[in-house]
C-alpha cells in the first residue's frame, strides 16, 4: 500500500510536449481517475509512473521511494492495457501465473493465488483456454487477474474498459469499483469517458494541454469547474457557455438580459449554466425567449436547442413537450448553479463581488 | 457453361510457359539422370542405365559424400550464425530498440550485391599480397599474419562461411526486424510492468511470438544454403582440393568439367530430397500465418 506524488515532471519528445510540470499526490488506497481528451498527457503520466516512459524532468514517488531510476519490474505496480496486453502463446492460467513466476513466487503458493485472482473475476472455467479464444470482456478479465494475483503498491488501469461494448462497460465499471474496494488498493485509472470517472473515481484530475487543470472530488469537479475547458468538458449534454458582459450584477448577451447573477461590471465574461438548469416554458414566461434551433427526445426529458444571438444553447424540457423548429419558445434559467469565466484567463471569476 | 471453359482458356499461357521453363527441364533432368551421357563423346544422351548414377554416386565416390558434409556443415554454420547476429541486430534496430538508424536501407547493400560478386570481392580481401582483410588480421594478431587464408582447407572453409553470413545477415535482419515491429507493444510491456527482466520479457514473451517468423527464416536460408553455388565458384572454386565443394558445385564440376551429365543430374536430383521437405515445411507456415 503506498501513496504516489509527482513532483514537477515534465515530459518532452523534441519540442513536443506531452506532459508539462506536472505535480499530483495521489493519496494511500485512493482511486484517482485522470480523465481528458486524447492526447492530454494522460497516459504519458500513467506510463511515466509505470516506468514505461521516462519523464524529461521531475521526481516520481511511489511510497516513500524514488522511483526515477527504477525499472517497470522494481516499481512493484500493476498495470491492465487498453489492448488488455495479454501473452497470446500463454493460457489463461499461464497468464495469470506469469508475475509470480517472474517474482519467484514459490510454486506451491501459485494454485490459490490464481485461484483466488480468476474467482474474483469469474475466469474459473476457462483457465485452460488461450486468450484467442476468449470474447473481448473475457480477456479484460483475465487481465485484471494477472493484475491482481499478487499485491502491488499500486493498480495502473489505461482505459481497461474502451474495448468493451456499451453495455458490458457499464456492467464491468461496477465490477471494478467492488474490485477495486476489495483489494483496497492505490489505483490510477486513464480514461476519457466523464462518465467512467464521475462514477469510479474518489478524485478526478481533469487534464488538458499537459497539465492538470483541476483535481477534486467528482461532484466538485461537476458543480465548481475551475475553468471553461473543466466546465464544457464534464457533463453530458455539456454546459452552456455564452459569451458577454456583466453590468451591476446583470448579465447581458445578444438578444437577452438576466437580472442577478452577480459578477459586478466587467467585460469579457462568459455565463456557464448547465441544460438542466435551464427550462423550457411557453414564450415571455421565462427569462427571455429564443427560437428553436433543434430538438432531442432523450426518453426521459426532451433536450431543446435555441438560438441566442449567434450562440446555441440548451435547454431542458418535459418528455411530452413537441416544439416545432423556427417556434418561439420561454426559457427559466435558475441560477443556483450558474457559473461566471473570464474569457481571456479562461479562469471562473467570483458571482458575488 | 461457356464460362467454365474460359476460366481455363485464360490461365493457359501462364501454365504453358511455367510447364517450359520449369517443369519441363525438371523432368528432363530427372529422366537424364537415369540415363549415360559423357558430353565428352557423344552430344545425345545415351541409353537408360537405370539406378546406376544413383548408386555409384551414393556407394562408390567419396568425394560427393565429402560433399554432402560440406554442404552440412556449411548449412549448420551458416543458417545457425546468419539468423543468431541478425536476430540480435534486428533487436537493436526494430522500433523501440536501442539503436535508431534512419537509414536502414544501408542495411540492404550487402543484400542487394550478387552472391558471384561478394565471392569475388572476399576473393581479393583475403589475397595474400593485397588483402584487406588479410592485411587487418595480420596486423590484429601477428601469428595470422603469415596464414594464406584461401591455401589452408579450414580457414578458406571459414571465408566462405563468413562471406556467406556476411551477404545474408541484411536480408534476415529486415525480416526480423518486420516481425519484431508486427508483435503487439502490450505484450512485452505487460512484462515488464508484471516484474520480467529484459531478457526474461524477450525469451517469454517476444521469443514466442517471434517463432513463426524465425522458423520461416531458419527454412528459408536453409534452402538457400543447400544449393550455395555462385559464391564458392568464385572464392574458391571448392578448393583448396576438396575443402570448400558444396554439392551444387560438385554437380556442377562432374557436369561441365567431367561432361558426365547423366551423374550430374543425379547428384542434383538427390539435393532436391532434402529441399522438399524444407519447402513442404515452408509452406506449410506461410499458409497457416496466412
Redesign the interface.
Known amino acids: 500500500m503506498a501513496g504516489v506524488r509527482l513532483k514537477d515532471v515534465t515530459k518532452r519528445w523534441g519540442a513536443v510536449i506531452g506532459v508539462h510540470n506536472q505535480s499530483l499526490e495521489v493519496r494511500d488506497r485512493e482511486f484517482l481517475v485522470l480523465l481528458g481528451p486524447s492526447g492530454c498527457g494522460k497516459t504519458t503520466t500513467m506510463r511515466m509512473i509505470a516506468g514505461l516512459e521516462e519523464p524529461s524532468e521531475g521526481e516520481i514517488w511511489i511510497g516513500d521511494r524514488m522511483v526515477n531510476d527504477d525499472l517497470p519490474k522494481d516499481r512493484d505496480v500493476a498495470m491492465v492495457f487498453q489492448n488488455y496486453g495479454l501473452y497470446p502463446h500463454m493460457t489463461v492460467r499461464e497468464n495469470i501465473a506469469y508475475p509470480l513466476k517472474v517474482r519467484r513466487v514459490p510454486k506451491s503458493e501459485w494454485e490459490e493465488r490464481i485461484d483466488r485472482a480468476a474467482a474474483r473475476v469469474q475466469l474459473g472455467d476457462l483457465l485452460e483456454r488461450k486468450p484467442r479464444e476468449l470474447s473481448g470482456g473475457q480477456r479484460q478479465r483475465v487481465a485484471f487477474a494477472r493484475a491482481t494475483v499478487r499485491e502491488p503498491k499500486v493498480f495502473l488501469m489505461d482505459e481497461p474498459l474502451s474495448n468493451l461494448d456499451a453495455k458490458l462497460r457499464v456492467s464491468t465499471r461496477a465490477e471494478l469499483k467492488h474490485l477495486q474496494h476489495e483489494l483496497a488498493t492505490t489505483t490510477i485509472y486513464v480514461t476519457h469517458d466523464q462518465i467512467e470517472a464521475m462514477t469510479l473515481a474518489d478524485r478526478v484530475a481533469v487534464m488538458s494541454d499537459g497539465i492538470i487543470q483541476q483535481l477534486a472530488t467528482p461532484e466538485e469537479i461537476y458543480d465548481n469547474p475551475a475553468n471553461l475547458f473543466v466546465a464544457g468538458f464534464i457533463g453530458s449534454p455539456s454546459m452552456n457557455l455564452i459569451a458577454g458582459e456583466t453590468n451591476n450584477g446583470s448579465f447581458l448577451a445578444a438578444d437577452i438580459e438576466l437580472p442577478e447573477v452577480g459578477g459586478g461590471s466587467r467585460k469579457g465574461v462568459v455565463l456557464g449554466i448547465r441544460p438542466e438548469d435551464l427550462t423550457v416554458v411557453e414564450a415571455g414566461s421565462g427569462h427571455f425567449d429564443a427560437p428553436v434551433y433543434a430538438t432531442e427526445l432523450t426518453g426521459e426529458a426532451i433536450l431543446v436547442t435555441v438560438v441566442v444571438g449567434s450562440q446555441h444553447v440548451c435547454a431542458r424540457g418535459p418528455r411530452h413537450m413537441r416544439k416545432d423548429i423556427g417556434e418561439l419558445v420561454g426559457i427559466h434559467a435558475d441560477f443556483s448553479h450558474a457559473h461566471l469565466f473570464d474569457s481571456a484567463t479562461e479562469e471562473r471569476i467570483a458571482r458575488s463581488s | 457453361m461457356r464460362d467454365r471453359h474460359l476460366k481455363y482458356l485464360l490461365v493457359l499461357p501462364a501454365v504453358v510457359v511455367v510447364f517450359a521453363t520449369a517443369i519441363w527441364p525438371l523432368i528432363q533432368s530427372l529422366i537424364l539422370s537415369f540415363r549415360t551421357w559423357k558430353l565428352s563423346k557423344s552430344h545425345v544422351p545415351g541409353p537408360f542405365i537405370g539406378w546406376e548414377n544413383y548408386s555409384w554416386a551414393l556407394l562408390e565416390e567419396p568425394d560427393f559424400w565429402n560433399a554432402t558434409v560440406v554442404t552440412t556443415v556449411y548449412t549448420v554454420l551458416t543458417v545457425g550464425c546468419t539468423t543468431l547476429i541478425a536476430l540480435g541486430i534486428a533487436l537493436l534496430l526494430a522500433p523501440g530498440g536501442r539503436l535508431r538508424l534512419t537509414v536502414r536501407t544501408l542495411l540492404i547493400l550487402p543484400f542487394a550485391m550478387s552472391p558471384a560478386l561478394v565471392g569475388v570481392s572476399f576473393r581479393f580481401m583475403f589475397n595474400p599480397e593485397f588483402g584487406l582483410f588479410d592485411a587487418f588480421f595480420g596486423l590484429l594478431i601477428p601469428p595470422l599474419a603469415e596464414v594464406s587464408w584461401l591455401a589452408d582447407p579450414t580457414l578458406a572453409f571459414a571465408v566462405c562461411v563468413m562471406a556467406d553470413i556476411w551477404g545474408w545477415i541484411p536480408f534476415i535482419t529486415l525480416v526480423l526486424i518486420g516481425g519484431i515491429a508486427a508483435l ?1 507493444k ?2 512485452v ?9 529484459g531478457f ?1 520479457a524477450f525469451r ?2 517476444m521469443l ?2 517471434l517463432a513463426p517468423v524465425l522458423a520461416i527464416v531458419i527454412i528459408l536460408k536453409s534452402i538457400f544454403s543447400i544449393k550455395t553455388f555462385d559464391q564458392i565458384y568464385m572464392l574458391t572454386n571448392g578448393g583448396p582440393g576438396t575443402a570448400t565443394q558444396t554439392l551444387a558445385h560438385y554437380a556442377y564440376f562432374n557436369g561441365f568439367k567431367y561432361y558426365d551429365m547423366g551423374f550430374a543430374a543425379s547428384v542434383a536430383w538427390i539435393m532436391v530430397l532434402p529441399m522438399i521437405v524444407l519447402t513442404y515445411f515452408y509452406t506449410r507456415y506461410v499458409f497457416r500465418r496466412g
Request: charge should be negative; aromatic fraction near 6%; glycine fraction near 6%.
Open positions: 503487439p502490450e505484450t510491456e505487460a512484462a515488464y510492468v508484471d516484474g520480467a527482466s526474461e517469454d514473451v514466442p511470438q
